[in-house]
């Protein structure tokens, strides 16, 4: 079978491997899609995982091969490969309900922590039983399926929040996740999203997923002005998401867009060290910011049946279905992305 298998900072290769074997415990699927996900793209520049190892966590696949003692699958079936859930030692944020935060996650994540992933044709699955394995519905499009990586990040953070319901919320970062956010915070009831964001050209898709008022930082020359008129507060937005993983969001977030006593919800990632984030004019107002990582298997059978009953679309988020034989030149290190929301591999093509 074909293999993107990352070796290094700037350095994978699509080579043969053999098809793996599903042993007793194990189940292998064969891969429908695979995301290109942030994370893939921030291991190929900068090595934030450890070779050798095939890349490729947000998967959508077939059951293809079920190994001695795994029960409750059959071959054929349509199923989500999402990380750990609810590890066998039973450790305490699994005890506790929260197996997003187990502290065995990353390691055993497919694509991520030692585990190959889903830039392949087929993956071994090592533990189903304590892994996030979701079937899919009848009805649920593979290509919307696929995206329960992206969208329930976001579900999950809203969910963390104090979000109620009428609520004004602002999104900062427009990609897959700020799109997600938007989406379900106007799904869940909330009177005024904000999109802010640095492109035009995204106007469209954002009102589309609900947005009712669109900032662009470049257009704008007061954003805490423009957040305040926009959601009808002098004071800023009752709940804040942080989508864009990079500092300069995160200080419009806490010192322009929230407003005093709410809550700022760090989603994105931001790998680099603070350098400009002063707290002393932050501590005063009683900002919280709150950290939200992934999402619970519970959240991503939430996202499904959402799907299945049309209470939410994300139409338009995959911009392009790439073959595996492109997940350098058109994936991790695709140079122009103007226009690009979400791509996928079928390595099938």
């Given at each position: 079978?074909?293999?993107?298998?990352?070796?290094?900072?700037?350095?994978?290769r699509v080579e043969e491997r053999p098809v793996p074997k599903?042993?007793?415990?194990?189940?292998?699927?064969?891969?429908?899609?695979?995301?290109?996900?942030?994370?893939d793209i921030e291991a190929y520049k900068y090595e934030i995982v450890k070779p050798v190892i095939?890349?490729?966590?947000?998967?959508?696949?077939?059951?293809?091969?079920?190994?001695?003692?795994?029960?409750?699958?059959?071959?054929?079936?349509?199923?989500?490969?999402?990380?750990?859930?609810?590890?066998?030692?039973?450790?305490?944020?699994?005890r506790s309900g929260r197996p997003n935060i187990c502290v065995h996650g990353f390691p055993r994540t497919n694509g991520i922590g030692g585990p190959d992933g889903g830039y392949a044709?087929?993956?071994?699955i090592d533990d189903p039983a304590h892994t996030m394995i979701i079937s899919v519905p009848e009805g649920v499009d593979e290509k919307d399926a696929v995206l329960f990586d992206v969208i329930c990040v976001s579900l999950h953070?809203?969910?963390?929040?104090?979000?109620?319901?009428?609520?004004?919320?602002?999104?900062?970062?427009?990609?897959?996740?700020?799109?997600?956010?938007?989406?379900?915070?106007?799904?869940?009831?909330?009177r005024c999203v904000v999109a802010i964001g640095t492109n035009p050209a995204k106007r469209e898709i954002l009102e589309r997923y609900g947005a009712d008022c669109c900032i662009f930082t470049k257009e704008c020359e007061n954003l805490g002005e423009a957040v305040r008129k926009a959601v009808g507060n002098p004071y800023g937005a009752d709940v804040t998401l942080e989508c864009a993983g990079n500092e300069a969001s995160l200080i419009n977030c806490v010192m322009e867009i929230a407003k005093p006593g709410s809550q700022v919800l760090l989603v994105?990632?931001?790998?680099?060290?603070?350098?400009?984030?002063?707290?002393?004019?932050?501590?005063?107002?009683?900002?919280?910011?709150?950290?939200?990582?992934?999402?619970?298997?519970?959240?991503?059978?939430?996202?499904?049946?959402?799907?299945?009953?049309?209470?939410?679309?994300?139409?338009?988020m995959v911009t392009d279905v790439i073959a595996l034989d492109e997940a350098v030149e058109k994936g991790v290190d695709r140079k122009d992305r103007r226009g690009q929301i979400k791509v996928l591999i079928d390595p099938s093509r």
């Open positions: 079978m074909k293999a993107g298998v990352f070796y290094g900072a700037g350095d994978l599903a042993g007793p415990g194990q189940m292998v699927v064969k891969i429908d899609y695979c995301g290109v996900c942030g994370t095939v890349l490729g966590h947000e998967n959508v696949a077939t059951v293809y091969e079920i190994g001695e003692g795994v029960e409750g699958f059959k071959v054929g079936d349509k199923v989500l490969c999402g990380p750990p859930s609810y590890c066998k030692e039973n450790c305490e944020p699994c044709e087929y993956m071994l953070a809203l969910r963390k929040s104090n979000f109620k319901f009428g609520d004004t919320v602002a999104v900062s970062g427009t990609g897959p996740i700020g799109l997600a956010a938007i989406q379900i915070a106007k799904a869940a009831g909330a994105g990632i931001i790998g680099e060290p603070l350098s400009h984030l002063s707290l002393a004019p932050v501590i005063p107002r009683e900002i919280e910011l709150v950290t939200s990582f992934t999402y619970t298997p519970e959240e991503i059978a939430m996202y499904l049946d959402m799907l299945r009953t049309k209470k939410i679309e994300f139409p338009g």
